[in-house]
C-alpha cells in the first residue's frame, strides 16, 4: 500500500506509515479482568481466538497483566482460544470455547471474552448447561455491539462511531494533503457494567 501510495487510514491496527485510529485493547482487557478480580471472583478464564489477531493478542494481554497485578498466576488451562477462520469472533466459537472451560474440573465462575460476539455464545452454552449467569458464572465481552445492551452483557465499550466517523475525516484529510504528517489516535475504551456481571441490565 506505500508502493502504490495510495491514501490510507488504519482502523484497529498501526503501521507507522499510515494514519491510524484505534482503541487501547491491553487497557480494555486490564479494566475487564481488575473488575471481575475486585468483585471476589477466584478464576477468571478468557476466551480469545486463533489464529491471533492483534486487537485479541493485545485483550490477552490486558488479562494476563491484570492477574499478574494481583498476584495470581496465569493458568494457560484458562484461556481458550478458537481455531475458527478467519479468526473466531463468531456466536460458535464463543460457544465452543465456553464449553471447553466448563469441562475443567474446577470450572471457571468469571470470563473475559475477547468480543461481545462470542461473549453472546459463551452466554447460550452456559444456559444450555443449566448455568445461571452471573449467579454461577460472569461474563464479560468487548465491542459493546447493538444487541448486547439488550442481554444484559457486560463489556467494554468502543467509541466504534466516532472512530468511523474520524477515520472518514482523516482520509478526506490525506487525500487533500497526501505529503501531510502521520496522524494515529487510540481511544480509551470504557467499562460497561451490566447483568452479566452483577450490574444492572438497564445500564447504558
Known sequence: LKAAKFPVVLLDAVHAAFDAIGVDNV?????ATTYLIER???????????????PAVQRRQGYERALREASRAVNPDL?????????GFTEE????AMRVLLSLS??????FVASDVQALGAMQAA?????????????????????????????????MHEMGRLAVERLLHRIAQPEGEV????????????????GQRGEA
Open 27 to 31: 487497557q480494555g482487557g486490564y479494566l
Open 40 to 54: 471476589g471472583y477466584e478464576r477468571v478464564a478468557h476466551i480469545s481466538v486463533r489464529p491471533e489477531s492483534p
Open 79 to 87: 484461556i481458550v482460544a478458537s481455531n475458527h477462520i478467519p479468526y
Open 93 to 96: 466459537a464463543g460457544y465452543e
Open 106 to 111: 474446577p470450572r471457571p465462575d468469571a470470563v
Open 127 to 159: 444456559h444450555d448447561a443449566g448455568l445461571d449467569v452471573p449467579g454461577d458464572i460472569a461474563l464479560i465481552g468487548f465491542d459493546d455491539v447493538e444487541i448486547s445492551k439488550h442481554v444484559g452483557l457486560s463489556t467494554l465499550r468502543q467509541p
Open 183 to 198: 496522524s494515529q489516535t487510540v481511544f480509551s475504551p470504557r467499562l460497561i457494567t451490566r447483568a452479566t456481571c452483577g
